[in-house]
């Protein structure tokens, strides 16, 4: 028996996650031992002292974490000035992702989000058997008109990056409460905040801080970006009650372990770690985008923690530049996967690997 024509409808057809080249790939076709890896939006000056020191006397490993993570819970509601009881924790935002996919999306239902966004978003949709419409970018920004113009009654999910991972556009405030104001109530609008940290544009303003306590919208949060936690896969979501409690229900047990869960408590308290990464970051990407001008290379607006660098005008193309940092030692993460032709995104790394990175580019562009 072919027990593989059993598998679910639509699984066959979806192409896996792919992400970026690993530093030990590098490594080893390149013969090199010291790889800077500026490709996956990650804090490059590493997590908060007070989250190293968790992990370094953590010795409860033989003890289940607690599934309902309450203190983490907790704390993210003093923090936030939120009600606890409108929280969901998962394995990193994309577990909850899936988890309220699997709430509102099935083969009847249908999602929208953009096409050059976060390959999750379409991952999600397809696992669930969803219909879904991917609309093109304007200017690399969320076209909100054509999102609006694929509205129909099996609208489910609509999924807004703001800013837009890898585009790095964003949505000013009164875009995002005019788009909800639009919606009708069977559609839940899913604001993903990942990179809301290092948001400072005056016209710029968090979903969170636009739709507490509103229905209809639910909130992404990750501890990945700017608290570095990365590996460690953490991130939270918040709602109305009554969506959070039917997540809950799907929700797999104990999905969080202890380790994470201390080491964003700690993480939340350190408000000087994350005062000194955005200032850093603001300091780095301007720096980088006009360093990288006089190249013909052009970036987006600074924005999150990454720079999309477009080679259109270059003399040399995003994949030939792409392979030569290679060479050097140098991952950034080419666009293929986001259907995005001649750029790279730039991650911002730590004070010696931005150097680095703006040198091995005048290097490359002088022919030292």
């Known amino acids: 028996m072919d027990f593989l024509k059993y598998i679910n409808p639509g699984i ?3 192409n896996p996650y792919e992400a970026g080249k690993s530093i030990e790939e590098v490594m080893e076709k390149y013969n090199l031992e010291d790889i800077v890896k500026l490709a996956s939006n990650e804090n490059n000056s590493g997590p908060s002292p ?19 993570a309450i203190k983490l819970k907790t704390k993210i509601s003093e923090v936030e000035n939120i009600d606890s009881e409108q929280i969901i ?27 050059h966004a976060f390959i999750v978003y379409k991952l999600v949709s397809k696992v ?9 970018t304007c200017d690399w920004g ?4 054509k999102f609006l113009e694929k509205i129909n009654d099996k609208t489910r999910l609509i999924f807004i990056a703001n800013p837009n991972n890898p585009t790095g556009t964003y949505l000013e405030k009164k875009e995002l409460i005019n788009l909800r104001k639009k919606l009708n109530n069977k559609i839940l609008l899913v604001v993903d905040d990942a990179y809301d940290e290092y948001m400072k544009d005056k016209n710029y303003s968090s979903g969170l801080n636009i739709f507490k306590n509103k229905k209809n ?39 969080v372990n202890k380790i994470a869960q201390l080491c964003a408590i700690e993480s939340l308290k350190d408000s000087k770690f994350i005062t000194k990464s955005v200032k850093h970051n603001l300091f780095w990407s301007k720096k980088i985008k006009n360093s990288l001008e006089q190249f013909n290379i052009f970036c987006n607006k600074v924005s999150a923690n990454f720079l999309l660098l477009n080679f259109d005008k270059c003399k040399l193309s995003a994949n030939n530049v792409e392979k030569k940092l290679l060479k050097k030692g140098l991952i950034l993460r080419d666009t ?33």
């Open 12 to 14: 066959e057809s979806i």
């Open 50 to 68: 007070r989250a190293l020191k968790v992990i370094k006397y953590f010795k409860d490993l033989h003890i289940y974490p607690d599934g309902d």
């Open 89 to 115: 924790i998962g394995n990193g935002s994309n577990e909850i992702l899936e988890i309220i996919s699997k709430t509102f999306l099935s083969s009847n239902t249908e999602s929208i989000f953009s096409k």
């Open 128 to 136: 669930c058997g969803s219909k879904f419409h991917e609309i093109d």
């Open 142 to 145: 969320h076209d909100l008109d």
């Open 217 to 255: 919208v639910f909130i992404l949060r990750t501890f990945s970006k700017i608290y570095g936690l990365a590996s460690l896969r953490v991130g939270w979501g918040y709602g109305d009650r009554k969506i959070i409690n039917a997540l809950n229900m799907i929700k797999p047990p104990f999905n």
């Open 336 to 368: 293929k996967i986001y259907r995005i032709k001649n750029c790279l995104r730039l991650t911002i790394g730590n004070n010696l690997e931005n150097k680095l990175f703006l040198k091995s580019i005048n290097r490359i562009f002088n022919n030292v």
